[in-house]
């Protein structure tokens, strides 16, 4: 009998039977009154959960999209940005942000470290920038960029400055409290820590956002421009763009999941998590490509030993019921990326490990049964 597959890649994450039960329901019209409060549910929590006086924008589409609704409607064409790149999410913003017409400069990061706020601040120095791009978490490198500190000293030092955190594998497992951390625009998906279906492009934005938005008057974009969208976030009943109504409604159900958890224990969860299988993953002999300090929760990037085949293992460890992602850039064939995010359980993780360890055994490492799932289960019983 085949295994079942568990998608233990970063992003889509497991999603649990409540949230498709969602996605399952009879469809009703976009301005069904109970729709719309569900909806305007939906945009209340995401404010609170992610403490904003701002505003939150929930349209169809990918974290792409969101990424270029986000810098679309704080930047005019000729206005210079700076991207932080921890890798090739970063790096996307480069070409994204080129095609609007803005001036772009980069400083980047080697792979598996991050850009020291020092730098930043430097950079930022040197002229005058009307915003900056940091991926929380770039899923090619697992590395976690310090988003508190990189927000505090833009907050203090550049006032005119937005700071734009792409949160697409970091958001609902890393903290990001808006206004506090100085974060102007928060953008996401729906597929990674929320742990929803793909479908969803999700903007928060900040009362300096929404000021910025206002002051540079038309902007090309259609779909994406925030006022063409703040109405039907202020009042779901009113038609825009048809919204996605089952993919709002298994959001809404992934939000209620986090409140009941509570967000705070929700963070602690996934410090837990990426920190009990790291070990793990290192007591089997693998390496982890992000620097200690600098890992982040949601997902581990993992460089495989000596001897072992990145398409033979994958393939593997499939069959053997654990889905995982290939490296990117420089890392491919070298590494294999392992999502550990979202709402997974202990079932979850230890299926996962055991599924690597067989793995490991099928392709002559012997020694290996038995303690990484041990290693995993001292460190989460912690
Ligand atoms: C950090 C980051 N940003 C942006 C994206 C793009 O999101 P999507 O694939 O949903 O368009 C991804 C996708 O994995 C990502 O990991």
């Not at 399952?24 to 069904?32: I, Q, S, Y």
């Not at 470290?113 to 697992?142: F, M, N, Q, R, W």
């Not at 997974?344 to 230890?350: P, Y």
Request: charged fraction near 25%.
């Amino acid at each position: 009998m085949k295994n079942r597959k568990l998608v233990m890649i970063p992003g889509p994450t497991p999603v649990v039977r409540s949230i498709q039960d969602q996605m399952g329901r009879e469809t009703v019209a976009f301005g069904d009154p109970d729709f719309v409060k569900d909806f305007q549910e939906v945009v209340q929590d995401l404010k609170s959960i992610f403490k904003t006086e701002g505003e939150a924008f929930v349209v169809a589409g990918t974290g792409t999209l969101a990424m270029e609704m986000g810098i679309a409607n704080i930047t005019q064409e000729g206005d210079n940005v700076l991207i932080v790149s921890n890798g090739f999410f970063g790096d996307r913003y480069v070409e994204l942000c080129e095609r609007k017409g803005l001036n772009v400069d980069v400083i980047s990061a080697e792979w598996g470290t991050i850009v020291p706020v020092e730098e930043i601040e430097k950079k930022l120095g040197e002229k005058d920038y009307k915003a900056v791009t940091v991926t929380h978490v770039d899923t090619s490198t697992g590395v976690c960029a310090p988003v508190a500190e990189i927000g505090k000293m833009i907050k203090e030092k550049f006032e005119d400055t937005l700071l734009l955190v792409d949160g697409v594998c970091a958001t609902a497992a890393e903290p990001e409290y808006l206004d506090q951390m100085g974060i102007d625009v928060l953008i996401t998906g729906s597929q990674k820590a929320f742990g929803v279906a793909p479908g969803l492009a999700i903007v928060l934005a900040g009362p300096k956002a929404i000021e910025r938005r206002e002051s540079i008057g038309n902007i090309r974009d259609y779909y994406l421009d925030f006022n063409k969208w703040l109405p039907i976030m202020n009042d779901p009943g009113k038609y825009f763009g048809t919204p996605p109504v089952n993919m709002i409604w298994a959001f809404q159900e992934s939000l209620r999941i986090i409140k009941e958890e509570g967000v705070e224990n929700r963070y602690e969860r996934h410090i837990k998590v990426a920190r009990a299988m790291q070990a793990a993953l290192e007591e089997l002999g693998f390496t982890i490509l992000a620097e200690k300090e600098y890992r982040a929760v949601t997902l581990s990037n993992v460089i495989y030993m000596d001897g072992i085949e990145d398409a033979e293992f994958r393939k593997t460890l499939a069959e053997e019921g654990a889905v995982v992602a290939g490296g990117l850039g420089p890392y491919a064939g070298k590494m294999f990326r392992l999502g550990h995010m979202g709402n997974i359980d202990m079932h979850d993780l230890v299926s996962t490990m055991s599924a690597i360890e067989r793995t490991l055994y099928r392709l002559g490492n012997k020694d290996v049964l038995g303690k990484g799932v041990a290693k995993l289960t001292e460190e989460l019983l912690k």
